[in-house]
């Protein structure tokens, strides 16, 4: 688990310079952009929601990720489910993605009037997403049993064949601090199944090892990586470049700070009111 958790770091890391970037705010008006045409509008809309939505929740994933490292057994334990949430998300997003692209871009008059505009590693993209949402595929296995949903067909084995320990969960006065890592144990066991083939066995039977589990996690944990990389490839080039179809400007910024990643933690436990000022 250790193992793969640090690829998705070392991962982040390479994304992510070690100064603090120089950035470019294009500028266009907004009567310019309502001449274009209504799908073409809504699609570009669309389409950054959900790349802002996967910035926003790969980052958590990076605070997540280090706190999965605390010395403290209940903190990882919060961690782990905080990591788990955001790559369910990433992956539902993904797939979300995916409908944006396939419902508005292919064979639609947007696409055929867009396409020969692409670079090199936009169409590459593309082409990627294209051939791995025609094929079942772990994005869509999440979000449509994990992402946003919490249904009980995929729990109900793992709970009745769960390993024979102590569960448990963690209360306080303030709902802030209470978890329940009894229910999250089960949710993990199924998360991981997800990601193992079908031949494979379940995670949850007689000869299943740490080993096991520990390659589930891999599986899990980097299965997302090259559909995020495909995805951010075609995005960021249609949205510069439909962008730059306007009139604009740009201009050139130094943001004030950068946040180091080997500096992120995740909210664990919180402090609570004093009693006597309450």
Request: net charge positive.
């Amino acid at each position: 688990m250790k193992r793969c958790l640090r690829r998705v770091a070392a991962f982040v890391r390479r994304l992510w310079p070690h100064t603090k970037p120089t950035m470019y705010r294009i500028l266009f008006r907004h009567s310019d952009f309502l001449k274009l045409p209504e799908d073409h509008q809504l699609f570009l809309i669309r389409l950054a929601h959900v790349a802002d939505d996967l910035r926003h929740v790969f980052y958590l994933c990076v605070a997540a990720e280090r706190g999965t490292h605390s010395r403290s057994a209940d903190e990882r334990k919060l961690a782990l489910h905080q990591l788990l949430f955001g790559v369910r998300l990433v992956y539902s997003l993904l797939y979300e993605g995916w409908k944006v692209i396939d419902s508005a871009w292919n064979g639609k008059a947007l696409g055929k009037a867009w396409n020969s505009k692409l670079s090199d590693k936009a169409r590459t993209g593309l082409a990627f997403l294209g051939k791995y949402f025609a094929q079942p595929n772990l994005s869509r296995t999440i979000r449509d049993n994990f992402g946003f949903h919490y249904l009980p067909d995929q729990l109900q084995e793992p709970l009745a064949r769960a390993p024979n320990r102590s569960d448990e969960l963690i209360t306080g006065k303030y709902s802030g601090n209470i978890f329940y890592p009894f229910a999250e144990e089960i949710r993990s066991l199924a998360l991981l199944q997800a990601a193992v083939p079908p031949e494979s066995g379940k995670l949850w039977g007689e000869n299943a090892s740490e080993a096991d589990i520990r390659e589930a996690a891999i599986r899990l944990y980097e299965g997302y990586m090259a559909v995020r990389e495909a995805f951010d490839a075609f995005a960021n080039h249609v949205l510069v470049t439909m962008v730059k179809s306007l009139p604009y400007k740009t201009e050139k910024f130094v943001v004030p700070r950068v946040t180091k990643l080997s500096e992120m933690s995740p909210v664990l436990f919180v402090e609570e009111p004093n009693a006597s000022k309450t």
